[in-house]
């Protein structure tokens, strides 16, 4: 075998093993489900700025203890709005981040008739899934959600946000 093959094949050994060794370190040292959600925030934002193939891992395990928080208590809704604020940082370059926003974000809205969302929090709610509707192109979900917040009180600093990111899908009617 060529010594470049051999290097290949023994640098994706080293990165699974890394993964796996990771992921059972940061697993399990949370007392609570919340602070599972906390921990995968932490290692997500951690993702931003680490170095490849760090970056891919530790984008994988904060996904994943994120996921896990969820899975396990699905009708917590301070685990959802940490996981939306974490994927928040990356949706405009991830569509995983873009799906995992608006899952989450109509999933609160959906409850907020029966939870505590405040008034502030629904509004950046309202905006990161008009955002994320914007990034994926769909005008029409885009359009609903950006009426919505238009018509919230104080929004102004979200809607015009959102005008300068999305210029052409901002209606002049709206």
Do not use: W
């Not at 370190?25 to 906390?38: D, I």
């Not at 490849?52 to 395990?61: A, D, Q, T």
């Not at 405040?118 to 950046?124: A, G, I």
Request: glycine share 2%; hydrophobic share 45%.
């Amino acid at each position: 075998m060529e010594s470049s093959k051999v290097f290949k094949v023994l640098f994706a050994h080293i990165l699974i093993c890394t993964i796996f060794a990771y992921t059972f370190l940061t697993s399990g040292f949370a007392s609570t489900v919340v602070e599972v959600a906390k921990e995968g925030a932490l290692t997500l934002e951690k993702s931003a700025s680490a170095l490849f193939p760090f970056n891919i891992l530790y984008f994988y395990v904060g996904s994943a203890q994120l996921s896990r928080a969820v899975e396990q208590e699905p009708f917590n809704l301070d685990i959802r709005i940490i996981r939306m604020d974490a994927f928040f940082r990356f949706i405009d370059t991830n569509r995983l981040a873009q799906d995992m926003i608006i899952e989450d974000g109509e999933f609160l809205l959906l409850l907020k008739e029966k939870s505590k969302i405040d008034f502030e929090t629904e509004k950046k709610i309202v905006y990161m899934i008009t955002y994320a509707y914007g990034m994926k192109r769909n005008t029409v979900k885009f359009a609903f959600y950006f009426e919505k917040l238009q018509n919230m009180k104080d929004s102004k600093t979200y809607v015009e946000d959102l005008k300068k990111r999305f210029p052409n899908m901002t209606l002049k009617n709206f």
